[in-house]
Structure formats: structure tokens, C-alpha cells
């Protein structure tokens, strides 16, 4: 019997979250010629049809408030995600809560920009969050995203 629960456990589905910073939620709207000019929900149907052919479950988060996206990276590593793809959005440059929250928990953190911090203004060019991520795609747009999701499939 014991067997059987263990089997059942290993192809149960392994959840990513996607959390996204400030801002976020205006995408399409916000600096189109930086950010491109798919919205949120246009990169979040992405994802979930790329998480489907991949076998993975998705949770795609947003918020403007830095205690929901510690909090979020503390509920994604008590559910055992497999792990999580973080724009932090301005708050990359700003938040060592964000680092600390990183740095305490085991699941792997992907830090996604659409935009490259580095050929931009001086204060985005340091990123709190690199030196705790296991990587940082950025400067591709929308795309970053699915190319964090193909990543973190492979973990």
C-alpha cells in the first residue's frame, strides 16, 4: 500500500509561481516601447499553456505590495513548488526583504525582466535579487517568461 501512496505522490503535478511585482498589472498600457505591449493576462494565457505541455501546474500572482510577494515566496516554499519566476519589478533594485525572503527559503527563483535593467537607467542597473537567484533572463520580453518556465522544467 505504502508503495502505491508513494507513486501517487511522485506524478502529482508540480506548481510554479509566478510572482510579479509594482506595476505590473500595466502591462500593455505602461511604456509599451519598453515593456512591449502584451498585458499581464496576455503572458499569464502563455504560461499556462506552455505549464499544461510541460505537466506543471501554474499560480500567477500580482501585486504592488512587498509583503505579498515575501509572503508568497514563503507559501511557495512551504508547498514544495517546484519553483518560482520573480519580476520584482522596481523593487529588484530597492528591497532587501526581498533578498532575505529569497535567501531563507530552498526553492530555486528565477528573476525575470521584459525590459535589460543594465542598458537602462543608472539606479536599475544593481539588482538586489541577482546574487540570491539561480538565474535572471532579462531583455526579452514577454518571451523571459517561457524561457524561466522551459528552465525551471528542467530542475
Known amino acids: 500500500m505504502r508503495d502505491i501512496i508513494l507513486a501517487e505522490e511522485n506524478s502529482a503535478k508540480k506548481t510554479v509561481f509566478v510572482l510579479n511585482g509594482p506595476n505590473l498589472n500595466l502591462l500593455g498600457m505602461r511604456e ?13 494565457g502563455r504560461l499556462e499553456d506552455q505549464a499544461h505541455k510541460l505537466d506543471l501546474d501554474i499560480d500567477i500572482r500580482q501585486s504592488n505590495h512587498e509583503g505579498h510577494l515575501i509572503d508568497w515566496l514563503h507559501e511557495a516554499s512551504a508547498d514544495g513548488a517546484l519553483g518560482v519566476i520573480l519580476n520584482a519589478g522596481a523593487f529588484t533594485h530597492t528591497s532587501i526583504a526581498l533578498y532575505d525572503a529569497i535567501k531563507a527559503i530552498t526553492v530555486p527563483v528565477i528573476e525575470v525582466h521584459l525590459s535589460n535593467p543594465a542598458a ?36
Open 120 to 155: 537602462r537607467e543608472e539606479f536599475r542597473h544593481k539588482s538586489l535579487i541577482a546574487p540570491v537567484a539561480k538565474g535572471t533572463i532579462c531583455g526579452f520580453g514577454a518571451l523571459g517568461y517561457q524561457l524561466a518556465l522551459d528552465a525551471i522544467s528542467q530542475f
Open 32 to 44: 509599451p516601447e519598453i515593456y512591449g505591449s502584451d498585458t499581464l493576462d496576455d503572458i499569464a
